[in-house]
Structure formats: structure tokens, C-alpha cells
């Protein structure tokens, strides 16, 4: 038995918020799982090893919710509660700034085989941008017709 969430997570993903937000991911290889959590009153991601019985504290990840990993799993993807999608090198490191417009309510971010992460940006739209960082461009939705 393992129990990850030691701590509320008070008012930022309270029930009943207009927020929607995941809390935790796998490795790619199942070797850990990353989650936010919310001690010392801030918001942090845990990594907790599958061979260890305590989760450590990722270092340099405050305001952290939605984990993500890269495909290779070498860094851990999060949006911010400020706003801002950062990345974490899974060995440690400090945490770099990828984009600044991440929305505040669908908070959600996959990173793509080509490198890519695509997340949801300020208003409700799709945007990509580079697992290196640049700027970011909008997805533009397809359109898709059926015949009867």
C-alpha cells in the first residue's frame, strides 16, 4: 500500500473550482511516479521511486500541478499556479521556463514523440511549443465533415 497526498490541497483545486488539473503521472519506463502536493503550504512535485517506500521533493518545482514526463523520461513537464509551463530534469536541476501563457483552468500538457508539448493555452485553445523552449504557436482545429 502506498499513499502518495500527505497534504489539502486547500484553495487551488479545492472541489467544487472552475479547475481542472491532473495530479500525477507515470514514468514512460514505470519506474516512479511524479505527483503535486501541497506541503509547507506551497505546491511542489513528489517523485516516489517504485523500489522506495518515500516519496523526495523536486527541487526548484513551486506552484507545481499537472505532471508530465517527456517521452524519453528524462525531464518532468508542469504548469505553475502563476501561469507558466516549466520543465525539471528528472535527475535533478533547476526548473526552466517554456512558455508564459498556459490557461488557468484547463490546466493539461502532453509531450509529444517529436519533442514537442502541446498544452492549453490562455483562452481555451491548443498550443504547441518546443520541448527546448521558443515561441509558442496556436493549433489550428481541424475541420471534419460526415456524410450521411
Known amino acids: 500500500r502506498v499513499v502518495l497526498w500527505q497534504h489539502t490541497f486547500g484553495s487551488v483545486l479545492a472541489p467544487g473550482l472552475e479547475r481542472i488539473a491532473s495530479q500525477a503521472a507515470i514514468a514512460p519506463d514505470g519506474s516512479s511516479i511524479v505527483y503535486s502536493d501541497s506541503a509547507g503550504g506551497a505546491y511542489h512535485l513528489m517523485r516516489k521511486l517504485r523500489a522506495e517506500h518515500e516519496p523526495v521533493p523536486l527541487a526548484g518545482t513551486d506552484g507545481a500541478v499537472s505532471p508530465f514526463f517527456s517521452p524519453d523520461g528524462a525531464w518532468i ?3 505553475t499556479t502563476d501561469g507558466k509551463l516549466r520543465k525539471v530534469p528528472v535527475a535533478g536541476g ?10 488557468s483552468i484547463m490546466i493539461s500538457a502532453a509531450w509529444l514523440d517529436d519533442g514537442t508539448i502541446v498544452y492549453t493555452g490562455e483562452g481555451g485553445g491548443l498550443r504547441r511549443v518546443s520541448g527546448n523552449g521558443g515561441p509558442s504557436t496556436a493549433i489550428q482545429p481541424i475541420a471534419v465533415s460526415v456524410r450521411a
Open 77 to 79: 513537464g508542469y504548469v
Open 94 to 103: 533547476g526548473s526552466i521556463t517554456l512558455a508564459e501563457d498556459p490557461a
